[in-house]
């Protein structure tokens, strides 16, 4: 089983549609969590972190669902800006210091 | 503020030959990671930094070599190339985790390396 796991999607959406993500993660020592988002052929970048109250950011919320051990992102009124793909991020406390484990993304495709 | 570079943007080579790809940040993070990302794999750690001069195996590190002399820099050798090394090579680095302000120690990526191994 995979520390992270995500469906790879890929999701096909209309402008306007709000859509949900869900990723799971093994470990329960797992401290940090985030959403990174990557375009095509660039860098992953932050999105936002995922806090265990639930954060917003504009269209944007996160959610964390620690007895489960899952972590959700929601996009409300999808634009064409948001096609990429979202990949979860857990952060883990070993023996050996802390580790970040990426999911392999799950990729979003928003049509007009 | 030009953040993290990663050098050359694009790089072709032959099986058997020695690959330098350079990564440099401005921010004097104490940690640096190399990782690679192929279809179907996702991003997977070669090697990481803690500090200048200490450096730690990741999930994947056979056939690369690093080496961390200066904080700000942090070079992977392919020692000598195969096909199976062609893939995106992203460079990151982060504060030490706990730093105040550091959003918990998220790693910030460089623009990535293109190597093709022929």
């Known amino acids: 089983r995979k520390e992270v796991e995500q469906d790879p999607g890929p999701f096909n959406v209309p402008e306007g549609a709000t859509v949900a993500f869900n990723c799971t993660y093994s470990n329960s020592a797992s401290q940090s969590f985030f959403w990174y988002r990557q375009d095509c052929r660039k860098e992953p970048k932050l999105l936002m972190s995922?806090?265990?109250s639930g954060n917003e950011d504009g269209r944007f919320t996160a959610q964390l669902n620690r007895a489960s051990q899952y972590i959700s992102l929601l996009i409300r009124d999808s634009k064409l800006s948001d096609s990429a793909t979202y990949l979860c991020v857990v952060r883990v406390l070993g023996t050996g210091g802390f580790k970040t484990i990426f999911g392999a993304g799950t990729r979003l495709f928003v049509k007009a | 503020d030009a953040g993290i570079t990663q050098s050359p943007r694009y790089k072709i080579t032959e099986t058997g030959r020695q690959v330098t790809l350079m990564c440099h940040q401005t921010w004097s993070h104490s940690y640096m990671f190399w990782y690679r990302q192929d279809l179907g794999h996702g991003l997977r750690l070669i090697y990481y930094?803690?500090?200048?001069?200490?450096?730690d195996k990741g999930e994947v590190p056979d056939g690369y070599v690093v080496s961390r002399s200066k904080t700000e820099n942090f070079p992977l050798t392919l020692e000598s190339a195969t096909r199976s090394q062609t893939s995106v090579y992203f460079c990151a680095s982060s504060e030490l985790p706990g730093t105040s302000g550091s959003l918990r120690g998220f790693q910030y990526f460089g623009p990535g390396t293109r190597l093709l191994v022929l």
């Open positions: 930094s803690a500090a200048a001069d200490i450096t």
């Open positions: 995922v806090y265990s």
